[in-house]
């Protein structure tokens, strides 16, 4: 199972854009994807999940906040705690056959916050609840939210590979500064290299600034850079709300070459060509 986070410390980066992309690849190319919300503002899973917001048993009804409560409960058995982490994961029909499971997050996440930082459950939290999701999962997606939490550093102990979504501007490229310390640090903690880290340029727009930041990342952090970038296109939220099925549509030329860098960000993923 790999384990794969996307973090960045801006907002609005492209992390939930990405994290869904990317999940709607893998599982159209027949790759299981467990979708894991890190985010208590819950936009991958509002995205994916929609219409459970109209659910009588309702979005608000299930998800993180009750995976977190029981991995805070002292005493809880393993059993329970399978349990409620298999009953707060759900199956997200897309197309026929092809479709992911997304563990739901939503604001009532950040009561916990400080409740799992003092307990000291953040650097195993990952991979004890990835252990008990449904055992034929090949690849777990988290998208973090645009700071520091609890969740965040709990997906980076957990993660294998990190992807870092970065916008080419002057903020852009402090923000990837400031990450790659935490990054650094994370590492030495947990005491176990990722086996990929990829700062993926997103949002490109056809302007000197952004061109000009575009370059500076590339001089600046070669090893880590993906090899293609997505530009800003209207393209790319019309793919999300189609999910899995975007990837089958007849493509003009601007989504071809969104699948065509997701296409190579997804293998550069899969593959853990990791160089650090
Ligand atoms: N390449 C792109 N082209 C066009 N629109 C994009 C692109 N990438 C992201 N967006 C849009 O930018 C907005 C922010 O993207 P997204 O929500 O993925 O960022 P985020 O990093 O997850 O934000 P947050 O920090 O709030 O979690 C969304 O409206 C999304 O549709
Ligand atoms: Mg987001």
């Known amino acids: 199972m790999l384990k794969v986070c996307f973090l960045s410390m801006k907002g609005g980066t492209g992390k939930t854009t990405l994290s869904l992309l990317f999940s709607y690849w893998a599982a159209n190319r027949g790759l299981k994807v467990a979708l894991m919300d890190m985010d208590p503002q819950g936009n991958a899973t509002i995205a994916c999940a929609e219409h459970l917001a109209f659910n009588e048993e309702g979005l608000l009804k299930l998800g993180m906040p009750y995976i977190i409560r029981e991995f805070l409960t002292p005493g809880a058995s393993s059993e329970r705690l399978k349990e409620t982490v298999q009953s707060n994961v759900l199956w997200v029909e897309q197309v026929k056959g092809k479709g992911l499971w997304v563990v739901p997050n939503f604001l009532e996440t950040h009561k916990y916050d400080l409740h799992l930082a003092a307990n000291h459950v953040v650097p195993v939290f990952v991979r004890e609840v990835t252990s008990l999701l449904p055992e034929e999962i090949d690849v777990v997606v988290m998208d973090c939210p645009p700071y520091l939490s609890s969740?965040?550093?709990a997906a980076l102990f957990g993660?294998?590979?990190i992807v870092i979504?970065?916008?080419?501007s002057k903020f852009g490229i402090v923000g990837v500064e400031l990450l790659l310390t935490v990054v650094e640090d994370v590492i030495r903690k947990r005491g176990n290299p990722y086996h990929n880290i990829i700062i993926q340029p997103n949002r490109i727009r056809n302007t000197k600034a952004s061109l000009f930041y575009l370059e500076a990342m590339r001089e600046r952090y070669a090893e880590f850079l993906a090899d293609s970038y997505f530009k800003e296109t209207v393209e790319i939220p019309r793919m999300l709300r189609e999910g899995i099925l975007s990837f089958n549509v007849g493509s003009s030329?601007?989504?071809?070459n969104v699948i065509e860098s997701i296409e190579s960000l997804g293998n550069r993923?899969?593959?853990?060509?990791?160089?650090?």
Do not use: F, H, M, Q
Not at 269 to 276: Q, V
């Open 269 to 276: 993923i899969l593959n853990g060509e990791g160089k650090n």
């Open 159 to 161: 993660a294998d590979a």
């Open 151 to 153: 969740l965040s550093y």
């Open 253 to 256: 030329t601007v989504r071809r």
């Open 165 to 168: 979504p970065a916008e080419t």
